[in-house]
């Protein structure tokens, strides 16, 4: 693997391939040293040996109001006892440093402090719902960029670096060159089966798909083909509805033409899945329409592809003066 790209230097790969194990199935393990750590619930296994300790903290609670000092670390011999029935701690002195087993456990337990500030784990942090909004924040934050522009190549792109389009009007325009045979497949597409939109083109025409939770499909179409050569496509959806998922109308704007308009009743309120990403080009997960294959690819040329998040929807020029006129006089 590169240690830089694009500048960039790259944190390396962590743990140890397991390639290994293809050709001998017994051949003794490469990595015999494993540690875990879980919203301050620990554990770590070395040579057939384990210790772990429970934090406290309950699925229902925020955090746990036990502080990490006051952890009992539990010690198994994993040779001896797989299922680790037997805590060999039980029932010991921790202070006892002459009792093998506290040797044993003390030994393990720095191990483990040794892995955490290797892998970064530190300082711990038993917080849930703080870093679970730590996510939304990026949401947040990724939702001030009104304008942001992608190019061919920008695949598996996370959603706190998407351009947010959730419960708002937002426009998107693609630059594309068609061949002379035509196009097909995904132009720009975010999620997957479960939820998430494309546009694409099938059979020499634009389409908009908009997946809600897998149930509900919305086609906005195209009627006529798109010839051969370079086009502006414009997808814009107009948010009509009030609050949370509210739905609007999506339009299809082909060289500054009007090729299709539909309604979309709901929209996805909240984000969608942790799993699946944006793609230009592509759509690298599992296909937001069955129109199309898992992993198809766009056959034409991509240019770029621009989203305006706050656009202006006012198409008709007449229309577009009045309503700035109007405006004006109202700020006088």
Not at 39 to 50: E, H
Not at 83 to 107: A, G, W, Y
Not at 176 to 198: F, H, L, M, R, Y
Not at 273 to 292: A, F, H, N, Q, R
Request: hydrophobic share 35%; with cysteine.
């Amino acid at each position: 693997m590169p240690s830089v790209v694009n500048s960039v230097q790259q944190a390396p790969i962590e743990g140890v391939p397991m390639n290994y194990t293809f050709d001998n199935p017994a051949a003794p393990t490469t990595h015999p040293t494993q540690y875990f750590e879980m919203l301050g619930n620990r554990a770590l296994v070395d040579n057939g040996w384990k210790v772990v300790t429970n934090h406290g903290r309950k699925p229902w609670e925020n955090k746990s109001n036990q502080n990490f000092d006051d952890d009992h670390w539990e010690l198994y011999n994993l040779n001896e006892d797989p299922s680790e029935c037997h805590d060999l701690m039980e029932n010991r002195e921790p202070s006892n440093l002459k009792d093998p087993m506290v040797q044993k456990l003390i030994q393990l337990v720095g191990l483990w402090w040794a892995e955490a500030g290797r892998y970064n784990v530190l300082p711990l942090d038993d917080r849930f719902i703080e870093r679970a909004m730590s996510g939304v924040m990026a949401l947040m934050e990724a939702s001030k960029r009104m304008k942001v522009t992608f190019y061919p190549g920008a695949v598996r792109i996370p959603m706190p670096d998407q351009p947010f389009t959730l419960n708002c009007s937002w426009s998107m325009r693609a630059e594309v060159e068609i061949p002379e045979k035509g196009a097909e497949g995904p132009i720009c597409v975010t999620g997957g089966d479960n939820n998430g939109w494309s546009l694409y083109m099938k059979d020499g025409k634009i389409v908009y798909c908009y997946n809600l939770i897998g149930r509900d499909f919305t086609y906005i179409r195209s009627q006529d083909k798109v010839p051969s050569g370079r086009h502006n496509v414009l997808f814009e959806f107009e948010k009509t509805g009030q609050g949370l998922g509210a739905g609007g109308v999506g339009r299809i704007y082909v060289d500054g033409k009007k090729v299709a308009e539909g309604t979309i009743p709901v929209t996805l309120a909240f984000g969608g899945s942790l799993s699946e990403t944006m793609d230009i080009g592509c759509d690298k997960g599992s296909p937001v329409t069955p129109e199309y294959k898992a992993r198809a690819e766009f056959t034409g040329k991509i240019i770029q592809v621009d989203f305006d998040l706050k656009p202006d929807l006012h198409h008709d020029p007449d229309k577009h003066a009045e309503t700035h006129a109007r405006l004006a006089m109202m700020r006088q």
